[in-house]
T-cell receptor, first 114, second 115 residues
């Protein structure tokens, strides 16, 4: 079945370190891919998205490239800040039976230390 | 623009009590969803709706009911709460596939504790 697998956390980094959170997916068809971020006590916010192969989504210094050949959508940032501390969810959407199916990964908690 | 608004934000119930969670969206989205978030399990779909007057079961529908009487509102009901329903509940909404925009927009969540 369709699924999303992302690296387990927590990930602890020092400020200005490089970040990579791995995400791979299994899907029938051609999904759209997303990274959502959840700050403490808040809901999920869309961070970035890519709708087709080789698309690169970017926002707030974060980037992810839709790699169809490796079925991956890894999240990267060159220099993290304390304010980036949050839980990051990789997700896909597929149109199915007249609606969308959204599949979420289990989330990766990032903690950035000053 | 408020987006997706959930009420209440927090609630404590005793086992067997009932309650209704309200979700309201002002983006004219046709699709609405209820998810629950549990540690280590990501988000799991409870019920969803593809339009006013329609509802359908998701991945974990048992113990919940929903209604979509108005396009902008999606209600989640617990008829007889159980401790296993302690969770954080998220409502989301989206456009349909034909609109070309595929992301879901989420509310702030409702933290429910059943004792």
């Amino acid at each position: 079945g369709d699924s999303v697998t992302q690296m387990e956390g927590p990930v602890t980094l020092s400020e200005e370190a490089c970040l990579t959170i791995n995400c791979t997916y299994t899907a029938t068809g051609y999904p759209s891919l997303f990274w959502y971020v959840q700050y403490p006590g808040e809901g999920l916010q869309l961070l970035l998205k890519a709708t087709k192969a080789d698309d690169k989504g970017s926002n707030k210094g974060f980037e992810a490239t839709y790699r169809k050949e490796t079925t991956s959508f890894h999240l990267e940032k060159g220099s993290v800040q304390v304010s980036d501390s949050a839980v990051y969810f990789c997700a896909l959407s597929l149109p199915t039976s007249g609606t969308y199916k959204y599949i979420f990964g289990t989330g990766t908690r990032l903690k950035v230390l000053a | 623009n408020a987006g997706v608004t959930q009420t209440p934000k927090f609630r404590v119930l005793k086992t067997g009590q009932s309650m209704t969670l309200l979700c309201a969206q002002d983006m004219n989205h046709e699709y609405m969803y209820w998810y629950r978030q549990d540690p280590g399990m990501g988000l799991r779909l409870i019920h969803y709706s593809v339009g006013e007057g329609t509802t359908a079961k998701g991945e974990v529908p048992d113990g919940y009911n929903v209604s979509r009487l108005k396009k902008q509102n999606f209600l989640l009901g617990l008829e007889s709460a159980a401790p296993s329903q302690t969770s954080v509940y998220f409502c989301a909404s989206s456009y349909p596939p034909r609109a070309g925009s595929t992301e879901a927009f989420f509310g702030q969540g409702t933290r429910l504790t059943v004792v």
